[in-house]
């Protein structure tokens, strides 16, 4: 390892044990887990190792101050605010009487990796090969895995209840591991994987994609396929899918991690995405110290007239974020006037 990598990972390991003895070892609710404010803080350290830092202040940003990581100062300005009704009552809750869609595992042939991967499906309730369907890819956060969403999040009981109510669209749900190297389990140091979600790039459109639309009766176009995610899958989401608007129309980042590329290099030429994009959908909560990062997003996509909405709830870096999140998300992909 060269010393200059060395140094900076040893005083990744330093702050994050600075800032756990600071908060009297505070926690968090991420990923269905507990985690330290001080596991936070390392995270951001490595995400900004593995990924471009996000810009200082411009014209429009929400103030920042110091690091801005987990447990720092959190300012709000006025458009921090909710885009939408709060969630009803058992939006998140099993019902009888309705039709429920089904998950399975699959695997996938991964050359971008070089091995078999694994990815949760879910298919809608009353899936059938007769009709296709649009698919919504679903990511999850530097903690997780395939699995992340459904323990923490339940997407097939958002989704099976949004359609017996005709709220959302049928539509299949891929959820992929994002932690795109040989051994992708979410083990040992997680926050050494960051550069793995980068990688997922290329195993997402390379091979993922091919192998779903090989497998599943749905619409191979970009007006068909969606991408979102919570965390480090968010800033996975904003990065991948406004950088391949040629593959996804509508994208959502929720809550998004230090991963997330600065807004210049997402979006540079905001009058093109504006005529590709069908929906652009960010969101955190207001309790959430990673929420400069959307701010700023939101910020520069106001600046430059790129239609989007910002949503901020009244939670933290938590599921209680992000499932509310892809309840608002899933009502809007798909149909015809979602901007």
């Known amino acids: 390892m060269k010393k200059p990598i060395l140094l900076l990972a040893l005083a990744a390991l330093s702050l994050a044990a600075l800032a756990a003895d600071v908060t009297g070892k505070a926690n968090s609710v991420v990923d269905g887990t507990r985690r330290e404010v001080g ?23 929400a103030p920042r101050r110091g690091r801005g990581g987990f447990g720092g100062p959190i300012t709000l300005g006025p458009d921090d605010t909710r885009a939408f009704p709060p969630e009803p009552e058992g939006f998140d809750q099993a019902r ?5 869609g089904k998950l399975e595992m699959v695997e996938y042939d991964s050359k971008t990796v070089g091995n078999p991967r694994k990815a949760l499906i879910y298919t809608p309730p009353g899936y059938s090969t007769d009709r296709k369907y649009p698919v919504l890819y679903l990511l999850h956060g530097i903690g997780g895995d395939e699995e992340e969403w459904r323990r923490g999040g339940h997407p097939e009981i958002i989704l099976d209840n949004l359609i017996a109510d005709r709220k959302a669209v049928p539509m299949i749900v891929v959820m992929p591991n ?3 190297q040989p051994n992708d389990r979410a083990e040992g140091n997680v926050m050494a994987t960051a550069p793995a979600f980068a990688n997922f ?5 390379d091979d993922l994609i091919p192998f779903i639309e090989s497998k599943y009766s749905v619409t191979s176009d970009r007006e068909s396929r969606a ?48 005529g590709q994009l069908k929906l652009l959908f960010v969101s955190c909560g207001n309790k959430d110290g990673l929420i400069r990062i959307s701010q700023g997003v939101h910020a520069y996509l106001k600046e430059n007239h790129v239609p989007h909405i910002w949503h901020v709830d009244d939670h933290a870096h938590d599921f209680q974020h992000w499932k509310k999140a892809l309840y608002q998300f899933s009502q809007l992909i798909f149909k015809p006037a979602a901007k």
């Open 178 to 180: 994002g932690r795109a």
């Open 96 to 100: 009888d009487g309705i039709a429920h």
């Open 227 to 274: 991408l979102a995610g919570l965390s480090m899958g968010g800033g996975q989401s904003l990065n991948f899918g406004l950088g391949h608007l040629d593959t996804f129309s509508w994208v959502g980042g929720f809550s998004s991690a230090p991963n997330t590329k600065p807004p210049a290099e997402l979006v540079p030429n905001p009058e093109k995405a504006a």
């Open 201 to 205: 790039e290329r195993d997402l459109l």
């Open 39 to 61: 596991e936070f803080a390392s995270e951001e350290l490595v995400a900004r190792l593995a990924a471009p830092a996000v810009p200082p202040a411009q014209a429009g940003d």
